[in-house]
């Protein structure tokens, strides 16, 4: 069995990793980290957990997370890089689900993140964990930056394109909608009931980190420095993120062909599933699950590729993403533990 510590665990996107290892036939989850609620059930802060797992949170105890396997850090950001080199120096394996060690340029974090990056020497080392790209890397990895929700529904929405040469690399512009639960469990009146629903709103225009992050995997997909317009904006419900991607053609294209290149180019890949040509995404199909679902319509007009690419901001964009991470980095078959079908209702 993997011996598994999950480092705040009480966050979002920590109970959900919760949720899925507690479920995950080649997993022991051996340590809870969470500082607001020390010494109490995992039971007790989410009642879901009754009768399933009564595992005590724990304030960190770098002795006690060192008897793991592996260690998720679902820290804030800032927070996971004071802790992971010494995890990383007790010879623990670490999946970090902030932003910290996702890039491959120290300079362009410390310019998007607005601080000084305090381990950049396991930031050269560091694999980020799309798996569907990087997956012979992560394989061998003892660190990996978990990739972003944004940035998996993007960077996987535009892929086959930028990486077949069949797009334009100029005015690429990913519109994405997020649930409520991609902003984290902390307190702010901006994520009050009362202000969320019934409401839309665009946020960070032009300045989300993600930005940064979409644009350092596409620019290697195709070969090339690659920059785009980001726009997030806040819709009102849970769990999920549509992104919708505008990528010009560089010659004239039918919906027909591009579907066929998507479906191609992810044939073998479990988790990604192309929709048939007439056929677009909803976020209510993948809700719970580890699946990215595609669509793709060609706007024969503007000869421009109209990419709809959707997936759980908690699952396959945080803590599905990080045990199919996991699942590779062990072993396992990757779809170990993820191969449930999404909520639907």
């Known amino acids: 069995m993997i011996k598994a510590a999950v480092l705040g665990a009480t966050g979002y996107a920590g109970i959900e990793l919760v949720r899925i290892l507690s479920n995950h036939p080649e997993v022991s989850i051996e340590f809870l980290g969470s500082q607001s609620f020390d010494g109490k059930k995992i039971s007790e802060v989410y009642k879901n957990f009754e009768h399933v797992l009564d595992v005590n949170c724990s304030e960190l105890n770098l002795d006690e997370v060192q008897k793991c396997d592996v260690a998720f850090t679902a820290l804030p950001h800032g927070a996971s890089k004071t802790v992971i080199p010494e995890l990383?120096?007790?010879?623990?394996?670490?999946?970090d689900l902030s932003g910290d060690f996702r890039y491959d340029d120290v300079k362009v974090y410390e310019e998007w993140y607005g601080e000084e990056h305090s381990s950049p020497e396991l930031l050269k080392e560091s694999v980020y964990g799309l798996c569907e790209l990087h997956r012979d890397e992560v394989k061998d990895a003892r660190l990996i930056g978990n990739p972003g929700?944004?940035?998996?529904?993007?960077?996987?929405?535009?892929?086959?394109?930028?990486?077949?040469?069949?797009?334009?690399?100029?005015?690429?512009?990913?519109?994405?909608?997020?649930?409520?639960?991609?902003?984290?469990?902390?307190?702010g009146l901006a994520y009050h009931f009362c202000?969320?629903?019934e409401n839309s709103k665009a946020y960070k225009i032009a300045t989300h980190r993600h930005t940064s992050e979409i644009e350092q995997e596409l620019s290697k997909l195709a070969g090339e420095e690659i920059m785009i317009s980001f726009t997030p904006h806040l819709i009102p419900q849970k769990r999920g993120i549509l992104s919708t991607i505008y990528i010009n053609l560089?010659?004239?294209?039918?919906?027909?062909?591009?579907?066929r290149l998507y479906k191609d180019y992810f044939k073998d890949e479990f988790f990604v599933r192309v929709k048939d040509m007439g056929e677009l995404p909803e976020t209510k199909h993948v809700a719970g699950s580890n699946f990215v679902d595609i669509g793709v319509v060609v706007d024969e007009r503007l000869q421009r590729a109209v990419v709809v690419s959707t997936l759980d901001n908690i699952v396959k964009g945080a803590a599905g993403q990080a045990v199919q991470n996991m699942n590779l980095m062990f072993g396992l078959d990757e779809k170990t533990g993820l191969a449930n079908a999404g909520f639907y209702l």
Do not use: F, M, Q, W
């Open 250 to 259: 560089k010659e004239k294209h039918t919906t027909e062909e591009i579907v």
């Open 195 to 197: 202000e969320c629903t």
């Open 88 to 95: 990383i120096n007790r010879g623990i394996k670490v999946i």
């Open 149 to 187: 929700c944004y940035t998996t529904c993007s960077i996987l929405g535009a892929a086959p394109l930028l990486a077949s040469g069949l797009a334009e690399t100029k005015n690429i512009i990913v519109d994405a909608k997020s649930g409520v639960t991609g902003a984290g469990r902390g307190l």
